[in-house]
């Protein structure tokens, strides 16, 4: 029998929750691997709302994709984006997580069916692809617009972060809030998240140490924080690995820095 997906006592609480979580992410890829004028080169914030929508009723979608929205604007205001920008970037990136969504929800009805699980991963990716090259292209018009980047090197920076974001974070997140779940770890087993999150912390580390397309390295530590430990264990292994890859990005080294490299503008 597939397993019941449950919410929290009251969706405010679920909403704010998703707040936090896509207001950090976003403000951490905007101080941290995005230079002047330049569009960010890593971003996990579509797929922490995607995975969030994906394991919610359709009807209740409206309300996350605005908390998102305002959740992201604010982000961008305090990083300094003009209001105008931030709010049409804004809205290319609730294309994104829509368009996704929407085929997802569409092909695979269901996700609490383990028979449906055949196919969802080529799915997926194809609804990624789709959803990156759309909202790519708004953003990357946005760029040169505004900021006078070349626009196929704009669209090629924005592929980049969105895609790889969205394929790691959203399954993750989908796999972290499926079932029964808790904020926290239990008070008597902490060591245990304490000893995952290190295993993740180590991977990243070495992954972003190095100039080489190894990403998806980082996505095991990550899907084990989230099966081992739910809600928590997305939630700190997101945010931890936001920050070390942000980091490593911003002084120039990783497989995002590849990205963002041949990307940007020269």
């Known amino acids: 029998m597939p397993s019941r997906l449950t919410l929290p006592s009251t969706y405010a609480a679920d909403r704010t929750i998703l707040t936090v979580l896509v207001a950090t992410a976003a403000w951490l890829s905007l101080t941290l691997a995005r230079g002047p004028g330049e569009l960010a080169a890593i971003w996990v914030g579509n ?15 409206p309300g996350y994709v605005a908390c ?9 205001m305090l990083a300094g984006d003009p209001p105008a920008y931030s709010l049409a970037i804004g809205a290319c ?69 969105h895609f790889v974001g969205m394929v790691l974070v959203a399954t993750t997140t989908l796999v972290a809030l499926r079932g029964k779940r808790r904020l926290l770890p239990h008070r008597r ?11 993740l912390v180590v991977v990243a580390v ?45 002084l120039g080294h990783g497989p995002l820095w590849l990205a963002a490299d041949s990307g940007s503008a020269a």
């Open 189 to 199: 087993r902490p060591w245990g998240l304490v000893a995952t999150l290190a295993l």
């Open 47 to 61: 797929g922490i709302l995607a995975g969030w929508l994906l394991s919610r009723r359709t009807s209740a979608w």
């Open 206 to 250: 070495g992954v972003f140490s190095i100039d080489y397309p190894v990403l998806f390295l980082t996505y095991p530590p990550l899907l084990l924080a989230a099966v081992r430990h739910r809600f928590a264990g997305v939630a700190l292994g997101v945010i931890a690995l936001g920050l070390i890859g942000a980091t490593a990005t911003t």
């Open 93 to 161: 990136n609730i294309l994104e997580v829509l368009v996704v969504a929407w085929l997802v929800r569409r092909r695979v009805p269901d996700l609490r069916d383990p028979r449906q699980w055949t196919g969802l991963g080529g799915i997926a990716t194809a609804a990624t692809l789709l959803a990156c090259v759309l909202s790519g292209a708004g953003a990357a018009a946005l760029a040169w617009v505004v900021n006078g980047q070349a626009f196929v090197q704009a669209l090629a920076t924005w592929f980049a972060a």
């Open 68 to 76: 998102a929205f305002v959740a992201e604007l604010v982000a961008r």
